[in-house]
């Protein structure tokens, strides 16, 4: 299959130089490298597990605000434009 890569001016040249030398394609070359780098298990290291921060307030909510109305909960915010 072709394709079009964009690669790094010098990586190019020395990716050209080395399949010289080697005797080989530059298409080879570049499908030996990605061989081995699909098959190579790379160790993902494991996320670490957050905590996130729970707020321990009182209070609670405002008595004769139905949480279940957005009309009410944006009267008693004062946007209710």
Not at 14 to 35: F, M, P, V, W, Y
Not at 53 to 60: A, D, I, N, Q, S
């Amino acid at each position: 299959m072709k394709t079009t890569l964009n690669l790094n001016d010098q990586l190019l040249a020395d990716a050209k130089a080395l399949a010289a030398q080697q005797r080989t394609s530059l298409t080879r070359l570049i499908e030996e490298g990605l061989q081995l780098r699909l098959r190579t298990k790379v160790d993902v290291p494991a996320v670490a597990r957050v905590r996130l921060p729970v707020f321990k307030g009182r209070g609670g909510l405002v008595k004769g605000v139905n949480p279940l109305s957005n009309k009410a909960l944006l009267e008693a915010l004062g946007d209710d434009a």
